[in-house]
Each structure stands twice: as C-alpha cells, then as structure tokens.
C-alpha cells in the first residue's frame, strides 16, 4: 500500500459525459500527479501541481483539466469524453517538486 | 514522441538467472532516472533510481547501471525470483520535473 489513495477504482460512462477522478495523496506529500495508461502504452504524464499550485503541464487534453485542494487532494475532470479516453489514470505523489513518486492503485475509465 | 522507450515488452528467465531489462532515451537533458514495478491491478511502485552523475547504483538483488554516452540504461536482477514477475517501467527526466515513462517490459521468471 503507497499510501495513495484514488476513487473509482472503476468508472463505466458514455461518449459526451463528464467525470471526476480523486486522488489523496500520501500523507505530508505536497505534490501530486497524473498519468494515463491507454493500452499498449507507457504512463503518459498529465499535469503536476505542487501545493495547490500547477507546476508542470504534460500531454493533457483541453478537455481535461485538475486542481489540488487546499488539503493537497486532487480532482481531474474528464470533459466531452470519447473513447479514445478509455485508459488507467493513475495518480502518484511526492514529498517536493521532484523525486520519487508513489502510485496509486489507478482508475480504469472505460468510455462506451 | 517516444522520449525513452524500453524496446522489448516481454522477457523470460529461469529462476537464479539473471534478469537484464533495458531502456533508451534520448534526450541528453535527462539527469535522474528510476525503475518502477507493476503487478496486475496495482499502481506501479518505485524500485530503483540513479542520477546522471552517477553510473551504477544497487540496491539488494537490484543493480542499476546508466551509460550516459549511449544514452542508455539497464537494470539487472540477480537472482531472479518467481515474485518479480511483473511489467518494470523505465523513467527519465530533466530539471522540469516532467517525468517520462517507457512503454514497460513483462518479466516472467519462471520457476
């Protein structure tokens, strides 16, 4: 157990719809980031932010978007889904800007 | 863009053998890399790191060795046991914290 924590573990939607994803991370981890694993594919980094702040940007959608909370949990909106968005979306924590990351167990978005 | 790539996705090897999972990159900006495992249904968890000034790093039954010339690393796994079979995950990254992740390798030790 890395100590990270995302819900759904499972989401099942339709092309169109909205989501939210949830992570926490571990605690005393100010960072926090997102990956998405479509299949065949490494973990494809998202979005970082540190402290509530955004810090890196990677190959995230416009039709994505995150924040972190003041109590350091973060969201990722998944907006306009289409199915090319079925994917694992993980999410991992560090104690700085940098270093070792730990993963959580993932959500599996299956878009029908 | 495929910024590091791990060129074989899958790998058998008898138990007690040596295991040798290789990854490239090729951004010469990268100066700290890491080894991630995954088993099925998890996310994936940190293994091993070496930063750039260094050229090998170990840790247990874990060796990690980078060839900063041939923009090159590799970790070995000496003994391999049946429990470390799984998908191993390259990372690189560079000063902007953006890290970089390869496409995985499945190990299979077989017993």
């Known amino acids: 157990d890395s100590g990270v924590t995302q819900t759904p573990k499972h989401l099942i939607t339709a092309t169109g719809q909205r989501v939210t994803l949830r992570c926490s991370p571990r605690s005393g981890d100010l960072s926090v980031y997102w990956y998405q694993q479509s299949l065949d594919q490494g973990l494809q980094f998202l979005i970082q932010y540190y402290n509530g702040e955004e810090r890196a940007k990677g190959n995230i959608l416009e039709r994505f978007s995150a924040q972190q909370f003041p109590d350091l949990h973060s969201e990722l909106n998944l907006s306009s889904l289409e199915l090319g968005d079925s994917a694992l979306y993980f999410c991992a924590s560090s104690v700085g800007t940098s270093g070792s990351q730990f993963f959580g167990p993932g959500t599996r978005l299956t878009v029908l | 863009d495929q910024q590091v790539k791990q060129n074989s996705p899958s790998l058998s090897v008898q138990e007690g053998r040596i295991s040798i999972l290789n990854c490239d990159y090729t951004?010469?900006?990268?100066?700290?890399f890491l080894w991630y495992k995954k088993y099925p249904a998890e996310g994936p968890t940190f293994l091993i790191s070496i930063s750039s000034i260094k050229d090998k790093n170990e840790d247990g039954r874990f060796t990690v060795f980078l060839n900063k010339s041939a923009k090159h690393l590799s970790l070995h796994i000496v003994p391999s046991q049946p429990g470390d079979s799984a998908v191993y995950f390259c990372?690189?990254?560079?000063?902007?914290?953006?890290?970089?992740f390869g496409t995985g390798t499945s190990l299979t030790v077989i017993p």
């Open positions: 951004n010469s900006m990268f100066d700290y």
């Open positions: 990372a690189a990254s560079a000063l902007s914290n953006q890290f970089y």
